[in-house]
């Protein structure tokens, strides 16, 4: 058994870097720390995609330290709670998800996880489902747990009050969520819940539930968002986001696309860097350092944290091999690609348009021609902005932007 680490100073920096707000405060739940008791900590993730991403690498990475204090942690997999769709933060219902979509996205979890959480050994994490417990309630346990939470709560969650002001639908199956993931916490009897802050309503919906029905205190720690300049978070939703399965150049090169506001907190949240150097490096780019050398140190640490140090520094490499430098990638994936007859110089040739759809540069034959027009293609290092431009017989290097790469042989 593993024994509780009770550091003053190392639970004061776990309870404060990174941590939005505590319930009911911090200074309760650290008298709890420091006393020695081994608590149990869950946090859940509904595999509503193939993918977690840096979002739950921060919520992991905050689960992690606690399991490094000695403490029962839970990676749970909300396989039920994710086919009826959280409702946080949306301003439409979610589309509902089968059980065979949920299992499929689900498969890889485990392993995403492990890069940060430690399933082996004297204190493992473990790794729970909350189909065992909810699909065995029967009707009248709903109505049980529905009788614990008003409607004159529910509506006032900010995302409903939005609907009823545009007219927009709220269905009963939404106010069930937040009464589901609660009843995980009274299912597992645990001692704290951890989530990021837009989980607020649903993980004090938790704490109520555990007051009312085990007559316990849960401590609820909220852990800081990771957003962009407009306020929307790096997610699945919002399209923006760093998975767990990003290659490291991919990961690096998406960190650098970030805006020079998101450096600070995102070494707050996404890195081990001291505070104390944070603060200083806050500090030299109010006055006037570039922000970009200390974006490129935070894309190389996110970079060890979830790959290597070696994938780090050769993602890094290859990055300023290609922006700085302005030269094309060592590695670039090649497509084969069946050309016409009848080009204007009397040789076979492709549509530029179907070129880049069929290598996965765009997503559309709309995109693409908007890409074009707008001079974000490149053909041999020369922008191209004719949406009706074939590429004749050879291979050619494309560029999509300033990322992507593409090398096409045309046949």
């Known amino acids: 058994m593993a024994k509780v680490i009770t550091d003053e100073k190392l639970i004061e920096e776990i309870l404060t870097r990174g941590v939005e707000l505590i319930y009911p405060d911090k200074e309760s739940l650290k008298k709890v720390l420091m006393s020695g008791k081994k608590l149990r900590i869950y946090d859940g993730f509904d595999p509503t995609g193939p993918t977690l991403h840096l979002g739950h690498g921060n919520q992991l990475r905050k689960l992690a330290q606690f399991q490094k204090l000695g403490h029962e942690v839970i990676f749970l997999i909300g396989d039920f709670t994710a086919r009826i ?233 290859n990055f300023i091999k290609v922006f700085s430098n302005k030269e094309a990638p060592e590695e670039v994936k090649s497509y084969k690609v069946s050309a016409k007859g009848g080009s204007a110089s009397g040789g076979k040739s492709k549509k530029l348009l179907e070129i880049l759809e069929e290598t996965g540069l765009v997503s559309s034959k709309s995109e693409a021609r908007r890409v074009i027009e707008q001079g974000g293609v490149k053909i041999d290092n020369e922008i191209v902005k004719d949406v009706n431009f074939n590429l004749t017989s050879g291979e050619h290097l494309i560029q999509k932007g300033k990322r992507f790469f593409a090398r096409v042989i045309v046949k």
Request: aromatic content about 8%.
């Open 85 to 317: 769709g959280d409702p946080s933060g949306k301003l439409s219902t979610r589309k509902q998800l089968s059980k065979k979509e949920v299992l499929a996205n689900l498969k890889n979890y485990k392993k995403q996880a492990s890069t940060i959480l430690d399933f082996t050994g004297k204190n493992a994490a473990k790794v729970l489902f909350n189909s065992k417990w909810q699909s065995k309630l029967k009707f009248e346990d709903v109505l049980n747990l529905a009788s614990k939470v008003t409607v004159q709560r529910m509506v006032e969650r900010d995302m409903f009050e939005k609907r009823i002001e545009e007219g927009k639908p709220i269905y009963v199956h939404e106010f069930m969520y937040p009464l589901l993931q609660g009843y995980d916490c009274v299912a597992m009897d645990v001692d704290m819940e951890i989530g990021g802050s837009d989980q607020t309503f649903n993980m004090l919906v938790g704490r109520d539930l555990m007051k009312d029905l085990k007559k316990k205190e849960k401590f609820v720690l909220t852990i800081k968002l990771l957003t962009d300049p407009t306020g929307k978070k790096m997610g699945k939703t919002e399209g923006n986001m760093i998975t767990l399965d990003d290659s490291a150049q991919e990961m690096f090169g998406k960190v650098m696309s970030w805006s020079d506001q998101m450096i600070a907190i995102g070494f707050e949240i996404c890195t081990d860097l001291p505070m104390s150097e944070i603060e200083d490096m806050k500090k030299k780019m109010k006055e006037g350092a570039n922000p970009r050398d200390f974006k490129r140190q935070l894309a190389r640490e996110i970079v060890k944290i979830y790959r290597n140090e070696k994938a780090a520094n050769e993602a890094q490499e």
